[in-house]
């Protein structure tokens, strides 16, 4: 019997839970407590890739590779890690990955980087729209927050103060007239809302949040 990656790790959780629970009843001066875990970012083997189309080398997974050099041709070859569509129909252009279809639920995300080409054509990017879409394909995107991006060659960050919770899809748009290029999308957040941890009682009664 084969057991999946993630059913490893669901299983692992339960029994770390499971013995916290055990050790809090024989130490009375340990109880369990929830925080928020840890940011990370969800790399390239977390997520499903895809695009409205492709020219040339410029497939979707080009911007989800780890990989931020913005130049699309090396020398005199083409080879790169930027997306690139094929068309430039306003509002037909788009990228996006599916985080639920790659880590098998649906995500918090806090915070995501959007690095643009460097060689030329920076100003394609201008104008494009950053949507964070639940499992229904609805978007969930605060409306607080300014998801529209320049043709800047600097990186440019998407903060959501909290987290938004129930984030299956992270989905660029091009609302201009012109194709859609991404250098690479850096997607930040954690799976669980939560994590059980120990808290430690102090001396004055008080409690310290150790992880476990």
């Not at 080409?117 to 104008?127: F, I, K, S, T, V």
């Not at 494009?128 to 320049?150: E, W």
């Not at 984030?167 to 250098?183: E, F, G, P, R, S």
Request: negative net charge.
């Amino acid at each position: 019997l084969q057991i999946s990656p993630k059913m490893k790790l669901i299983f692992a959780s339960v029994l770390s839970i499971l013995a916290m629970a055990h050790a809090a009843e024989v130490e009375p001066n340990r109880q369990l407590q929830t925080v928020t875990p840890p940011i990370v970012k969800f790399g390239k083997d977390l997520g499903v890739v895809s695009q409205s189309s492709s020219h040339s080398e410029g497939t979707a997974s080009n911007a989800y590779d780890g990989n931020t050099d913005g130049n699309w041709v090396h020398g005199d070859a083409v080879q790169n890690s930027v997306s690139h569509t094929a068309a430039g129909v306003a509002g037909d252009e788009w990228w996006q990955v599916d985080l639920s279809a790659g880590m098998g639920t649906p995500v918090v995300i806090t915070h995501i980087a959007i690095y643009n080409r460097q060689d030329c054509c920076w100003d394609r990017l201008n104008g494009a729209t950053v949507h964070l879409l639940d499992v229904n394909g609805q978007d969930i995107t605060p409306t607080s927050v300014n998801n529209v991006l320049t043709g800047s060659t600097l990186a440019q960050e998407i903060l959501f103060p909290g987290g938004v919770p129930n984030v299956a899809v992270v989905k660029v748009v091009q609302t201009a007239d012109t194709v859609l290029q991404l250098a690479e999308v850096d997607i930040f957040g954690y799976e669980r809302t939560t994590w059980t941890t120990f808290a430690e009682r102090a001396s004055d009664g008080t409690f310290t949040t150790s992880f476990s």
